[in-house]
């Protein structure tokens, strides 16, 4: 797993396709869990549901997973980049403050995750 820093703050986690991570790899206050689960064959999740709870938070993070091609990611913090990976197909990435820009160096495919409802670009997003 690579941590992206800035202040000595991680702002952005990558897991690499080929990691050997076993296990949730985020704080449990973060408003999004990063797992990297590995089990075993026949191994059984209980069948539940999930309570409804009002949950508060006060940063939006994103999840991105990438199915193929590449990206260039832009990692920046005040304002400025200061860091640039390169994500691969199976790599994943959760930001989790700071900003971030991408290029797209092949037709990609990625899914994301984001906390919602979406307010809308204006509202949401500030651009660097």
Known sequence: ???IKAAGKTIA????????????VTNP??????????FTKNHQVKPHQHRA?????????????????R???????KGRTFVTHILE????????????GFTFLKPTKIITIKQGPYSGRKLEKIEI
């Open 13 to 24: 986690l990558i897991i690499k396709a080929k990691t050997k991570i076993n296990g949730f």
């Open 89 to 100: 197909p199976g790599d994943c990435l959760l930001q989790l403050s700071g900003g971030h």
């Open 71 to 77: 990206i260039q990611a832009d990692f920046c913090y």
């Open 1 to 3: 797993m690579i941590q």
């Open 53 to 69: 709870l009002t949950k508060t938070t006060h940063q939006n993070q994103e999840f991105i997973y990438v199915v193929s091609g």
């Open 29 to 38: 206050n973060n408003p999004l869990q990063l797992g990297y689960i590995n």
